[in-house]
């Protein structure tokens, strides 16, 4: 009854006007800086998992590009897996902004990940946010620290510049990993370290 009592209105009423359809672009929201900060750097962890060195430049500006280039091709040589960089405690002041990034890797192969804490800036431009610096001298990932070959054996990654002999540690850690199978009396060693 409702639906016929507002279809009788008289008929002077001119036609309704099309709405926007929920999740439209016209009715989402412009994303706030937060979330903007948030996404660069979900794109800059893709970059460097999927090894696109290009993408992972250019989610950066100035002189931190230079720095990336140099660290996407250290990372093109590790078996790099599961890269995460998650924005939390952004902090925004007009065109610059810093985050408190927690950082997060794993490596081919080994069970785990590596995770550690820096503090990123990043600017706005033209292109939208960039990262302006990420500075940092612990805690950071084998790629932003020297350039690393990987050095496989059975139960170990051993990570080392080119001119670093590792020969005899991994010799001694194979040692050491078939003694500790053999003296462990509860649990397991995990396949590789």
């Known amino acids: 009854a409702l639906a016929l009592v507002a279809g009788c209105g008289g008929g002077d009423d001119p036609a309704p006007r099309p709405t926007a359809t929920p999740g439209t672009p016209a009715e989402r929201p412009e994303p706030t800086d937060q979330e903007q900060i948030a996404a660069l750097l979900n794109d800059r962890a893709a970059a ?4 696109e060195g290009r993408a992972y430049v250019q989610t950066a500006t100035g002189a931190q590009r230079r720095r990336d280039r140099a660290d996407a091709r250290r990372a093109r040589r590790l078996r790099i897996r599961a890269v995460t960089l998650e924005a939390g405690n952004v902090s925004v002041s007009g065109d610059r ?13 080994v069970r785990g990940t590596f995770v550690y804490e820096r503090r990123v800036r990043a600017r ?3 292109d939208g946010w960039r990262v302006s ?5 612990r805690g950071l990932a084998p790629w932003e620290v020297d350039d690393f070959r990987e050095r496989r054996t ?5 990570l080392a510049p080119p001119e670093v002999a590792v020969d005899e540690l991994v010799v001694a850690l194979e040692d050491g990993y078939a003694t500790m199978s053999e ?4 649990g397991r060693l995990r396949r590789r370290y």
Request: proline content about 3%; charged content about 25%; glycine content about 8%.
């Open 124 to 126: 706005r431009t033209a």
């Open 183 to 186: 003296l462990l009396t509860r």
């Open 97 to 109: 902004a810093t985050a408190r990034v927690k950082a997060g890797y794993a490596i081919e192969g």
């Open 133 to 137: 610096a990420a500075p940092g001298r």
């Open 48 to 51: 460097l998992e999927t090894r």
């Open 154 to 158: 059975e139960h170990f990654v051993v």
